[in-house]
């Protein structure tokens, strides 16, 4: 029996985004060793947006080439860089108006220690060999002081873009981490699938079950707790289903179809949704189909999959549902009972 | 002053305690918290004719989760129900204008935020400009040091003056029950804190909370039906600025805060009490003169959202807190104030009058 | 109460496409809103508050979009709103807009609502980030087989609806997919997906934004266009799942209707109304929707596709645009069908227009098939004489 849970999540996935027009001239020029900004609205902003930013009208392609050296405004310290900062020694996150710019842009720079940084620091920008550029800002690896403070040469002056560009989309993947504790309700049914029992809780008030138990009744907007716990049989009907053929996706298990099913619990008005069923094929799931519940044997079961999003789903206690050979009921009775 | 049918009040406002890690999820947070104030106000759940939440998917990592939200309100038979992705306060704003259609009488707003699940120093560099600021895994801790340390350096305040703003609302904070992060603190001992991100130590940044709270909005006379002291709704207005802190012309000034402030009437009449969102110590600062207060105005007795942060959550417990002060404290006219974004992009303000 | 009549005085739409190659998340929504606000004549300037519908930020990885497209959507200074009601939240951020005219807080606002399909995996985002998601047409398969059998519809309603809404979305110049020679062979054909469900009776995943502009009585008056009026919003939700919960024809979706109805004061809809734009991501929910908001009585809405009632010439007309069979921009959809009920009013709608249209409605639907959203607009405030 345990009374805390705690389940962790990889939210992971790699997005793809176009950049259009403004976006891939700035990374296409990136990639070939120029920074460049837009001038929209009487000043020259670095990196360029497709709109200025003060009226919402489109900036145009008035570009100009700015950098690589500039000038720090505002500056701090990352002492302990995260698994999302691209670099993994301490660094500064800075202001920095490049050179040929009238707004600054935020970006990383490289210093031994915190204490050399300050407003008016001149630093220089260190760029990827064009071949290894990826349509990034972090193409910019970093700044670092300028050795030379003197203003960067070409700062200010027109940049025309090739006719073709170069970099059209980006990589960004997704990749943050969470830690989920059961909730008391979700510990119930946890424990009560180790012990190879189905549980749910009654309402009080409008007598409907609840299967696993959630805590509360959506009807009736109640609190339910242990006391409202009853054991539920683990044979039931399919009421209805689905045959998902699946798209192949980051992160997808299915490469076949798939069935899942509803069935309503003997006995009670609940329904646990989203079941397999282990000994028919997906294609002859039949509404009306009688089952039972095929528990993993007692000591090799385990909850790893159980979390609060979960709660009726019977995680790695529960195998699936075999049919039990009785006669299928009549498919009208029970169709509608979906949930 | 006589009330029309046009004027909507604040009638009710629950909370949960906030707590560094709530053994419930989202959805039973909220439950208990909707029962209480609907109970407070001496109705049942179908005299509420309008309920709206603010809650984040991306704090369960999930798509959608707002969805089991509803389960809190007994929606059935079915009720008029909406949902911003935005902090409760901006539910409340919604409420506020669905009750100004003159159709419906009563409305609940909440807000709903499971924060312990989450990094707020890994998950919000999602929250930024996809292109420019997400790759860097530019985090809000970061954005919000850049933004104190140009304050530093615009002379217009120390760090000495940061730690005061965590000192008094830390020490406000004690009497208030929902506080999770309260105690007497000497600014010497907060500066000896190393930084976390310089020039922000770790008590300058929000602690990380789970709560959710719910407040209950009444039109005209009805409101009298539900309150003895109604807190009215004289003025509130939301403004946003540039998402690139670059982009600001000076992000020691919250312009948006400004116009907000000029919307909601800020300045017609004296503040007795301001509650203001300021998720880093240093935005008090920022916040209490964009919105013009004179020293006069009590600032956050509740201790603010630096003694508890549930975010989507920490804006309507402002409101509801300067309800209070007219419900409950005999007030006369509070402030709430609510932020969202990076470096106070976004800036919500809220006037509130009693009749007495 | 003094609240304003509002009208619809700009719509506009990107064009939709499997992958918006050339543009940001920033472009695509601006395609909408510079076409929107060309249609009102109006610039940015004009605007006085913006409020942005998307579905769940898991489609594109960016959370609350909204505070970095601030700036896109020429919002600085001004109020910004983000609505997520899921699947329905296209129509709820129509109705924000509307309600900030009609409630008297603003003059002119701008709904904006998009998706941005292509960034991401719409499978991936609704299975929670994880592995055998049932995505949308396995959670709702179940419903329509269920239809299926409570009216004895005839298999082929489906591969009708799917056929019709897509030689109507090839008449209509941004709709995504434009398959003008599909037939029901070819739908019937098609791999099932979601048994019942075939390919071609399944939404498309799009790139795409929608944007209306809403003014006041006088704003209206003066539009250099034909303005739309809004007579009747209205929104309903109920929980996901519990024992008795009708999922084939929800509470909700019918009190949404009876709501709207009453404050139009339509009494037959089926004879009052001249066109509906409903939520249709998967061919059922036709004849479902006809008869889940009262226009057909229980059982009989099939018959109304059947006998062609909905077609683009037939007396009842459904997604005259195509509907979201031919274009899904997810949180845009339902934006998408509030103003092209609008656009068939205001008598714009071209090659898809119902002549004469006066009084038309729209709807849209998210999550478990719980959450409405529907308004009702009209050529004129008094469209039923």
Sequence with gaps: MTDTHESVFNLTFPFSRTLGSTLSTFFSALAQGQIIGVRTGGRVIAPPLEYDPNTGDDSGTDYVKVGPKGTVSTWTWVPNPTHLHPLNTPFAFAFITLDGADTPMIHMVEVESETQLQAGLRVEARLKAPGDCQGRIDDIISFVPASDPSPSAGAGEPYTPPAELEITEMDSYCDLNYVDNASPSTILWMNSLMQGKLIGQRCPSCTRVYVGPRGLCCVCAVELDESHLIDVTDSGVVTNFTVITPVQYHGQTETEPFARCSILLDGTDAVMAQQSILDVPASEVRVGMRVKCEWVPEGERNVDDIDNRGRGSGGGCIRGWVTTGEPDEPAENFIERMM | MARSENDIAIVGFAQMKPERRSQHTETEMLLPVVNDVIAQCGITKSDVDFTVSGSCDYLSGQAFSFVQNVDAYGAWPPIRESHVEMDGAWALYEAYVELLQGHLDIALAAGVGKNSNSDPSTLYTIEFDPYYLTPLGADPWSLAALQARALLDSGKASERDFAEVVAANRARGKSNPNAQVTGDYSVDDLLSAEYVRNPLRKHDLPPVSDGCAAVILARGKRAYDLCENPAWITGIDHRIEAHLPTMRRDITVSESTKLAAKGAGVDKAPIDVAEIYAPFSFQELIIRDALGLSDKTEINPSGGSLVANPVMVSGLTRVGEAAKQIMNNGKKRTLAHATSGPCLQQNIVCVLEGDK | ?385
């Design chain 3, 1 to 385: 109460m003094s609240h304003t009549p509002v009208a619809v005085v700009g719509v506009g739409q990107t064009n939709h496409k499997k992958k918006r190659a050339d543009v940001s998340i920033a472009g695509l929504v601006r395609e909408a809103a510079y076409r929107a606000l060309a249609d009102a004549n109006m610039d940015w300037s004009d605007i006085d508050a913006v409020v942005l519908g998307k579905a769940p930020d898991l489609f594109e990885g960016v959370m609350k979009p909204e505070m970095y497209l601030a700036d896109a959507l020429g919002a600085v200074g001004k109020p910004m709103f983000r609505v997520h009601t899921a699947g329905s939240v296209g129509g709820s951020t129509g109705i924000v807009g509307a309600n900030l005219v009609s409630g008297g807080r603003h003059k002119r606002v701008m709904s904006i609502a998009f998706e941005k399909q292509s960034e991401g995996n719409a499978q991936f985002a609704l299975g929670g980030g994880k592995g055998a998601s049932i995505g949308a047409g396995g959670a709702f398969a179940p419903f329509i087989r269920a239809y299926i059998r409570r009216s004895g519809a005839p298999e082929d309603i489906g591969w009708m609806v799917a056929v019709k809404d897509r030689l109507n979305g090839a008449k209509n110049p941004v709709s995504h997919l434009k398959l003008a020679d599909i037939t029901i062979d070819k739908v019937k054909e098609s791999p099932m997906m979601w048994d019942p469900l075939h390919f071609l009776e399944s939404c498309p995943s799009s790139d795409g934004a929608c944007a209306i502009i809403f003014t006041d009585e006088e704003g209206g008056k003066k539009a250099s266009k034909p303005p739309a009026w809004v007579l009747g919003t209205s929104m309903r939700s109920e929980p996901s799942t519990f024992a008795g919960r009708d999922a084939v024809r929800p509470q909700a979706a019918m009190d949404c209707a009876t709501d709207l109805y009453n404050q139009i004061g339509v009494t037959n809809p089926r004879e009052q109304i001249d066109c509906a734009e409903l939520y249709v991501p998967f061919s059922w929910y036709e004849p479902m929707w006809l008869e889940a908001h009262h226009i057909a009585a229980p059982g009989d809405g099939w018959k109304m596709t059947q006998s062609g009632e909905t077609a683009l010439d037939g007396a009842f007309p459904v997604n005259m645009s195509g509907g979201v069979l031919s274009s899904n921009p997810i949180g845009a959809s339902g934006l998408i069908r509030f103003a092209e009920a609008a656009t068939q009013v205001r008598g714009l709608a071209g090659d898809y227009q119902v002549g004469g249209a006066k009084l038309a409605i729209a709807q849209a639907y998210g999550a478990n098939a719980q959450f409405y959203a529907m308004w009702a607009v009209g050529s004129s405030l008094n469209p039923l004489g």
